[in-house]
T-cell receptor, first 111, second 115 residues
Framework: TQLLEQSPQFLSIQEGENLTVYCNSSSVFSSLQWYRQEPGEGPVLLVTVVTGGEVKKLKRLTFQFGDARKDSSLHITAAQPGDTGLYLC???????????FGTGTRLQVML | GAVVSQHPSWVICKSGTSVKIECRSLDFQATTMFWYRQFPKQSLMLMATSNEGSKATYEQGVEKDKFLINHASLTLSTLTVTSAHPEDSSFYIC???????????FGPGTRLTVT
């Protein structure tokens, strides 16, 4: 079983539409990160959420950490083709601060 | 700041040969580096944690004799895929954590194709 399950796995939408990606777990985390990865590149950190219920905004992206710190969501408003990519949530586990990634959500935004 | 490079960006090798991939932190020192593997349309899977001056710690199911990791300096870690086979074909990504800090910074990845 995966520590972090993301949904949906794949999303194809038109430019201008809104969307929400979910990252769920049965475990509690001290913090959670969201990354975006474009084809052929490494992931890029978008945000880190730390406090239960925390909401962070990054332009058209809104990130929320669940009250119980078990889940998180990423909402994109008025999606643009440049938002296309693989969105990954991740948490730090273990004494070595290893990152464990979620299953990923592949977003395609079409003109 | 916090730039991580990988070399090569892509490599094609024949089955049975070995391939070395380098991961460098260009503008910071990294006591710890991580190596990940990513298959097409899948998420990243951690292979091993590389600590400067000590042996790497491998994740369950990762063969340490096949994936040799060396972290000889605070800015360089290498991953050598020994006796590569077609099933080793994948996208290998490294990350580096600045000494004393929390966040990891990722390299651009290396695409390995074994024919």
């Amino acid at each position: 079983t995966q520590l972090l399950e993301q949904s949906p796995q794949f999303l194809s939408i038109q430019e201008g539409e809104n969307l929400t990606v979910y990252c769920n777990s049965s475990s509690v985390f001290s913090s959670l990160q969201w990354y975006r990865q474009e084809p052929g590149e490494g992931p890029v950190l978008l945000v880190t959420v730390v406090t239960g219920g925390e909401v962070k905004k990054l332009k058209r992206l809104t990130f929320q950490f669940g009250d119980a710190r078990k889940d998180s969501s990423l909402h994109i408003t008025a999606a643009q083709p440049g938002d296309t990519g693989l969105y990954l949530c991740a948490v730090t586990t273990g004494t070595a601060s290893k990152l464990t990634f979620g299953t990923g959500t592949r977003l395609q935004v079409m003109l | 700041g916090a730039v991580v490079s990988q070399h090569p960006s892509w490599v094609i090798c024949k089955s049975g040969t070995s391939v070395k991939i380098e991961c460098r932190s260009l503008d910071f020192q990294a006591t710890t580096m991580f190596w990940y593997r990513q298959f097409p349309k899948q998420s990243l899977m951690l292979m091993a944690t590389s600590n400067e001056g000590s042996k790497a710690t491998y994740e369950q199911g990762v063969e340490k004799d096949k994936f040799l990791i060396n972290h000889a300096s605070l800015t360089l870690s290498t991953l050598t895929v020994t006796s590569a086979h077609p099933e080793d074909s994948s996208f290998y990504i490294c990350s580096a954590r600045r000494t004393g800090a929390y966040e990891q910074y990722f390299g651009p990845g290396t695409r390995l194709t074994v024919t």
